[in-house]
């Protein structure tokens, strides 16, 4: 097997990811293994062997859960770390995958038809009950040029091409970074690791250079891995061809200069396709479409993720006999059951209709007291804000019943450009931001770039350990050019609005939180603005350990449990073997937020919440019990914690707390909130 005079290690592994190999941890491994010092393969029961640094090869392996692989390398640490990695899950929920929603559909109908009716059984990827007329979506053929440049021009285009795509698809994921969830924002980061393959790459330029165009030679290419994926003898990783097309649409659309497809519709329709593509998914609009159903997919497929972020039903695996039914036609979408009913007469329209009035009225609860304050059942007041950066999705966050902004990421500003932002700039943002609170609280943290937030063109210094280097606040420090101004900008704003708020990030030592108040307050004095609410971001350890120092001078403090999380147990949460374990209900960070409520509780200061644990319905109400009085969530969930608050009073939220902070770790702590309702 091994033909250098090299010693060749190997292992089994049994792949431990309830869906199987599938894209997201192929991503995760592939870029584990980039970092190490000898190359590794997988090798199937079949024989089929596989780099783990190329994509579409782990892919092509079909690896499903239970499935033995062979790990191969020469080198005996990249092995154990390879293997250990895949044994972990790489991020993946290890818990067992639910069974097919088919098998017990009937005991989730949520409407039963009376009489005879065409019915077509799905699989359920989307909960909801519509009714509607469905509208046929074809997928995107392209008309290739016959013309063909010389080799560098061919080579050149198919370079810009993958530049614009890789921007188009960065943009996508950051707007599911700030606006849906991390399961969203993985998914388009897994399509910029589809985008890099090597393999694709230099195949691609091969053919340029055996005299195809660009856009003939790349969609020859991945063509060819789209119909690779399909033949897998794996539902779940077969279903990431549909990435791969997405992938492709984006440089095809940037080769031949079309502009990504939108939906255009005079009234709301259901979207009936063979196929959607995540990106197709996401540029979907709520306000057109009701429902969508396809022919092929999966409920685990990314663009049934996506769907599910957007609160949209939906059904997949209908198979082909869907796209017979004619434009127009009405349908009742059951996504709970996975069921689509054709053509209902109207003694059953009029049943449906009930029906999906009965669901929305259940649902219409809590949307009904989305304005009211957030509180306990015993009227304990709790702010739920949302986390908002731009002032054009301040009035839907509003809407939501957010009740502020608790965290604006100004460093936003910074991200979606490709150069400085002036004082001008961020005045204008900020006002426009302020000015659409409606009275209402605006928080802004200054400028938090580093650890995973680069942007090139500020020239930073490569740092080997970014998040333990210079971001946050010491960034600030070191480059006055970028903080002072800033601060300007937000004084200026604060001398016509009163409901301004800043905070530190990154604030580790008392001489970060004495060195920034002093610059603030410098500025603030030369601008004339008045003294407004100034707080700091609890992300570091020593910043909890701290707290009652800090908080007889500071005003508040806002806690963000994604950056303590991991630096409290020393895990990563990018990391592909860690990410999964580092639970911001683990009672070691449980303990750093206890300590940092009892001290601003003894200083009459407020404490908030502005990481992810503030919208994860189980922890939110850890985080109330420990004495947090503000959440900062996504604008969608602002409802959905308002809801689960309101049916326990503090007592109640307080025993439950001390009740985690007794246990051994995040796995204990999450049994314990399962078993709370």
């Not at 098998?103 to 799905?122: N, R, V």
């Not at 399909?230 to 077969?238: E, F, L, P």
């Not at 396709?273 to 990106?279: F, G, K, Q, R």
């Not at 580790?508 to 971001?537: H, N, T, Y």
Request: overall charge negative; aromatic content about 4%.
């Amino acid at each position: 097997m091994n033909t250098s005079n090299n010693k060749t290690y190997q292992q089994n592994v049994i792949i431990p990811n309830p869906l199987g190999f599938h894209a997201r941890p192929a991503t995760q491994l592939s870029k584990l293994v980039k970092k190490l010092d000898a190359p590794v393969f997988l090798e199937n029961s079949d024989g089929k062997r596989a780099n783990t640094r190329k994509m579409f090869e782990l892919l092509g392996l079909g690896l499903a859960s239970g499935s033995v692989v062979t790990v191969i390398s020469e080198s005996q640490e990249a092995l154990t770390t390879v293997v250990k990695a895949i044994a972990s899950g790489l991020g993946d929920d290890l818990s067992p995958a639910k069974g097919n929603p088919a098998k017990d559909s009937q005991s989730k109908l949520l409407w039963q038809p009376q009489g005879d009716i065409i019915c077509h059984q799905g699989v359920a990827a989307s909960d909801g009950l519509v009714i509607g007329k469905i509208m046929h979506y074809r997928q995107q053929h392209f008309a290739l040029p016959d013309t063909v440049g010389t080799v560098a021009e061919e080579t050149a285009a198919f370079r810009r091409a993958l530049q614009a795509a890789e921007e188009t698809i960065e943009a996508m994921r950051q707007a599911a970074s700030e606006k849906a969830s991390a399961d969203q924002s993985e998914i388009f980061a897994a399509h910029l690791s589809l985008l890099d393959d090597k393999d694709m790459v230099a195949d691609t330029i091969t053919l340029i250079t055996q005299g195809e165009n660009a856009a003939k030679a790349y969609k020859k290419v991945s063509d060819t891995r789209i119909a690779e994926l399909s033949a897998v003898d794996n539902a779940n990783i077969a279903a990431r061809a549909t990435d791969v097309r997405d992938v492709r649409n984006h440089v095809m659309n940037a080769l031949l200069g079309i502009d990504a497809r939108q939906f255009h519709v005079k009234a709301p329709v259901i979207i009936c396709a063979e196929d959607l593509t995540p990106s197709d998914t996401a540029r979907l609009k709520p306000e057109q479409v009701l429902a969508i159903i396809t022919a092929l997919g999966g409920p685990t497929s990314h663009s049934a993720i996506i769907a599910r972020g957007m609160g949209m039903p939906a059904v997949v695996a209908l198979g082909n006999k869907i796209r017979a039914i004619p434009d127009g036609s009405t349908l009742v979408i059951d996504g709970n059951a996975g069921r689509v009913y054709v053509n209902p007469s109207d003694e059953q329209l009029t049943s449906a209709q009930q029906a999906k009035e009965k669901l929305q009225a259940a649902l219409a609860k809590n949307w009904a007291r989305r304005m009211e304050a957030g509180q306990t059942a015993d009227g304990t007041l709790i702010n739920i804000s949302a986390n908002v950066n731009h002032p054009e999705d301040v009035p839907a966050a509003l809407d939501l019943g957010a009740e502020g902004v608790g965290l604006m990421r100004t460093e936003f500003l910074y991200l979606e450009r490709d150069c400085i932002p002036d004082e001008e700039v961020q005045e204008k943002t900020y006002r426009a931001m302020a000015q659409a609170m409606q009275g209402k609280p605006l928080i802004i943290r200054t400028l938090d770039i580093g650890g995973d937030k680069e942007v090139d063109y500020l020239g930073l210094a490569h740092e080997d350990n970014a998040f333990l280097g210079i971001r946050g606040i010491r960034l600030c420090f070191e480059r006055p050019d970028l903080f002072i101004p800033q601060l300007r900008a937000i004084c200026r704003v604060a001398k016509d609005f009163d409901n301004i708020h800043l905070m530190f990030p990154m604030i580790g030592k008392f001489s970060d939180w004495q060195r920034a108040k002093a610059l603030l307050d410098d500025v603030r004095e030369e601008i004339g603005a008045p003294v407004f609410p100034v707080g700091v971001m609890v992300e570091v350890p020593s910043a909890a350990l701290l707290a009652n120092s800090l908080a007889k001078h500071v005003d508040f403090f806002s806690i963000g449990t994604n950056d303590l999380t991991q630096y409290t147990l020393a895990m990563d949460r990018m990391h592909p073997l860690l990410a999964n374990q580092a639970d911001a209900v683990h009672p070691a960070v449980l303990c750093l937020i206890n300590i940092t409520a009892q001290a601003a509780a003894k200083h009459d200061k407020w404490v908030g919440v502005c990481g992810g644990a503030a919208g994860d319905k189980d922890a939110a109400k850890l985080l109330v019990g420990l004495g947090v009085r503000e959440l900062s969530v996504p604008a969608p969930q602002v409802a959905t914690i308002k809801a689960v608050l309101r049916h326990y009073t503090l007592s109640e939220l307080q025993t439950l707390a001390q009740k985690a902070l007794a246990l051994g770790g995040a796995v204990a702590v999450r049994e314990l909130l399962k078993a709370h309702h």
